[in-house]
């Protein structure tokens, strides 16, 4: 099981650099994501700048977009705390 998000090309490092953290933070920390195959990249979106597709849990799928949504803001008060 694996679970894909795509950013847009055009987002910057810093930005994607903190997805990246996000996700092995999520994977080290919460059970809903320990095991599980959570593949980065960046992709041609143009009518938005992201993309999470999992197969096996629509809601795990809309909060792991949420998450990555906060994470693209960089914003120091998120809940996951600055991360980079």
């Known amino acids: ?3 894909s998000i795509t ?7 810093d ?3 903190r997805v990246v953290a996000l996700t ?3 994977q080290a920390s ?5 095991g599980v ?13 992201l993309k999470v597709s999992d197969g096996d849990d629509a809601m795990r799928e809309r909060l792991l977009w949420l998450l990555v949504a906060d994470a693209l803001k960089g914003d ?6 600055a991360l980079c």
Do not use: C, H, K, W
């Not at 919460?30 to 320990?34: A, G, L, S, T």
């Not at 980065?40 to 938005?48: P, S």
């Open 24 to 26: 092995r933070e999520l």
């Open 1 to 3: 099981m694996a679970i």
């Open 7 to 13: 950013v847009a090309r055009g987002v910057p490092d």
């Open 76 to 81: 120091p008060d998120s809940v996951m705390g």
């Open 37 to 49: 195959d959570l593949q980065v990249q960046r992709g041609d979106l143009t009518a938005v700048a």
């Open 15 to 17: 930005a994607y650099a």
């Open 30 to 34: 919460d059970e809903n994501f320990q």
